[in-house]
């Protein structure tokens, strides 16, 4: 497919007219990061020892969530399981049943 003519002359018209602005949006983004950088470290300063000190503290407490959590997540997964085995049955039997249907619906 060839392009019509003119295209491509255009197409670098554009971008020539473009260009300009492309230059300013670069500057003024580099210009924001300039500005903005330091107030971003500052803040990572005074947030990062907290956060590393809630962490600290947390891990205990997450480990003990954890070991506490683990035998009744097991005991919900094993009651659970065969009840989700019979809805995934039953689902299979209703999707066979609406196959059925709509095969009969537009072949009757």
Same mark, same amino acid.
């Given at each position: 497919?060839?392009?019509?003519?003119?295209?491509?002359?255009?197409?670098? *018209?554009?971008?020539?007219?473009?260009?300009?602005?492309? *230059?300013?949006?670069?500057?003024?983004?580099?210009?924001? $990061?300039?500005?903005?950088?330091?107030?971003?470290?500052?803040?990572?300063?005074?947030?990062?020892?907290?956060?590393?000190?809630?962490? /600290?503290?947390?891990?205990?407490?997450?480990? /003990?969530?954890?070991?506490?959590? $683990?035998?009744?997540?097991?005991?919900?997964?094993?009651?659970?399981?065969?009840?989700?085995?019979?809805?995934?049955?039953?689902? /299979?039997?209703?999707?066979?049943?609406?196959?059925?249907?709509?095969?009969?619906?537009?072949?009757?």
């Amino acid at each position: 497919m060839t392009e019509p003519k003119g295209f491509a002359a255009k197409a670098d *018209e554009l971008a020539q007219q473009a260009a300009p602005y492309v *230059e300013k949006a670069k500057q003024t983004a580099a210009q924001v $990061a300039e500005k903005v950088a330091p107030y971003i470290q500052q803040a990572a300063d005074k947030v990062g020892p907290k956060l590393h000190e809630a962490a /600290e503290k947390a891990g205990p407490k997450i480990q /003990e969530a954890r070991e506490k959590a $683990a035998p009744k997540i097991q005991e919900a997964r094993e009651k659970a399981g065969p009840a989700l085995q019979q809805a995934a049955e039953k689902a /299979e039997e209703l999707a066979a049943k609406v196959r059925d249907a709509v095969q009969q619906k537009k072949h009757p």
